[in-house]
């Protein structure tokens, strides 16, 4: 089993910038690519971006390419997501979970608690 912890959401005004991390222990890290989701109000969590498990390949959905950067280090254990040029419609709770590969979307383990991102206009 795997866990997985994110932090670094908050509050921002639209235009502003976040970076989301996620730490994960209790499997070989570098051994899965990894990804990012996020869940609005009232709507199904939302594959965002991927990464592979040696960072080389990455993908991201249409609505946050150019705007957010997946990045990883495997000697952390650490995902991360940077993300500039925030809409109120990024606003969501954002997961990170271990894929297949970075255009995967099916998420490997059980889901954290996540992190909210809350962007005002």
């Known amino acids: 089993q795997v866990q997985l912890v994110e932090s670094g959401g908050g509050l921002v005004q639209a235009g502003g910038s976040l970076r989301l991390s996620c730490a994960a222990s209790?499997?070989?890290?570098?051994?899965?690519?990894m990804g990012w989701f996020r869940q609005a109000p009232g709507k199904e969590r939302e594959f965002v971006a991927g990464?592979?498990?040696?960072?080389?390949?990455?993908y991201y959905t249409d609505s946050v390419k150019g705007r957010f950067t997946i990045s990883r280090n495997n000697a952390k254990n650490t995902v991360y997501l940077q993300m500039n040029s925030l809409k109120p419609d990024d606003t969501a709770v954002y997961y990170c979970?271990?894929?297949?590969?970075?255009?995967?979307?099916?998420?490997?383990?059980?889901w954290g608690q996540g992190t909210r991102v809350t962007v005002s206009s």
């Open positions: 979970n271990l894929l297949n590969n970075a255009r995967d979307p099916r998420p490997l383990s059980s």
């Open positions: 990464i592979s498990y040696n960072g080389i390949n990455t």
């Open positions: 209790g499997r070989t890290f570098s051994n899965y690519a």
